[in-house]
């Protein structure tokens, strides 16, 4: 049975990975530290935790992050 893992990275304008991990929440934190920042998501997986296989790749997720953090702004 497949272990699938969301693994998310947080990039600078430049390419520079900032973070990269598991963790959403870490995630946005990470992604707020910085004004050019974009976020991405994969999914891995780690069923054989020394080989794990990439399902989907890289997709930019800056849009939906962004939309998300306005919308819980504007209800708060």
């Not at 049975?1 to 995630?27: C, H, L, N, Q, T």
């Amino acid at each position: 049975m497949a272990k699938e893992v969301a693994f998310y990275e947080v990039m600078d304008r430049r390419g520079d990975i900032s973070w990269g991990g598991a963790s959403p929440s870490e995630a946005v934190e990470w992604f707020r530290r910085g004004l050019d920042n974009s976020i991405f998501v994969s999914v891995w997986n780690e069923q054989d935790i020394e080989n794990p296989v990439l399902v989907t790749d890289k997709i930019e997720v800056t849009a939906l992050v962004l939309a998300t953090i306005t919308s819980e702004r504007s209800r708060g």
